[in-house]
């Protein structure tokens, strides 16, 4: 079966809402640049220094410090060939680091095993790292068997389920800078290692919101990813189940996806539990 077919139309979501400095709680000196951090990765894209004054009405002398200082500490970074500043390799390590830690802990963790126990495979939670996937939790197959990866591993992006999710999430320039820093190396016979085509499945990806992996990183083996979506709608991180082809054929493994979508729609549920238990709302009570 061809997993292309059957794709239904997407409609983009809409631009997230920035918060203002004079809206977050506590607006103490120390506080700010938490403001700029969380207006840049809010907007999924880079900002200059002129937006981030207007976004969280501060001044320009004041926006153009804080900037400097978080870029000066690795938290932010200059967009090649802009005034625009995005996340840098500390940030996006923080960002790893908290998500990970969440991640093990229940309910997410058993979230997950009930997904591996119902649909009787391997089931894998992944976030876009760089110009890879990181595995952030895998729940293996009881089966004799089965692919070793642990959790922290890298893969890459242009040949996996997950990897292609996230890629067809970005903007196309954004697409074309990260697939042109390095060859789409050629990992299988199925590996796709044309620029062109990947674009034309990518937008396939998007379109569905349902990614595929057909023995195009490993020989023998199959993935089907679904997005995993913070509480602003926007991607988060992925979701999919893995198996080899002699046990699960491509046909069967996108049977799957209305599972995996309600499982990853307990995990978004869990992101919203991290901004809204007891503990965030006793921090809000003490700024």
């Not at 870029?71 to 990970?100: F, H, K, N, Q």
């Amino acid at each position: 079966m061809d997993s292309r077919k059957h794709l239904s139309a997407f409609a983009r979501p809409s631009p997230v809402p920035l918060v203002r400095l004079d809206e977050v709680a506590g607006t103490a000196p120390t506080l700010k640049p938490f403001a700029f951090l969380e207006a840049i990765t809010k907007a999924e894209r880079p900002l200059s220094v002129s937006e981030l004054s207007a976004l969280l009405d501060v001044p320009q002398p004041t926006a153009h410090r804080i900037v400097h200082m978080l870029e000066a500490e690795g938290l932010l970074e200059r967009d090649v060939g802009s005034r625009r500043y995005g996340p840098a390799a500390r940030l996006v390590a923080l960002g790893l680091g908290i998500v990970t830690t969440a991640v093990r802990g229940a309910p997410r963790r058993a979230i997950l095993e009930a997904l591996s126990a119902d649909v009787g495979e391997t089931c894998n939670f992944g976030v876009m790292a760089g110009n890879r996937v990181k595995y952030l939790d895998r729940v293996e197959a009881a089966w004799p068997f089965r692919l070793r990866v642990e959790p922290g591993s890298l893969v890459p992006l242009h040949c996996t389920s997950m990897g292609k999710l996230f890629l067809s999430y970005l903007r196309a320039e954004q697409r074309w800078q990260l697939l042109a820093a390095a060859p789409l190396h050629r990992y299988t016979e199925n590996t796709i290692d044309d620029p062109v085509q990947l674009e034309a499945e990518l937008d396939q990806i998007r379109a569905a919101e349902v990614s595929t992996d057909n023995q195009e990183f490993l020989a023998g083996v199959v993935c089907v990813a679904v997005p995993v979506r913070a509480r602003s709608a926007a991607l988060a991180a992925a979701l999919a189940v893995s198996a080899p082809v002699a046990r699960l054929p491509l046909k069967r493994a996108l049977e799957f996806v209305p599972r995996l979508r309600s499982a990853a729609e307990q995990i978004s549920a869990t992101f919203e539990n991290l901004t809204h238990g007891p503990a965030t709302a006793e921090c809000k009570q003490r700024a």
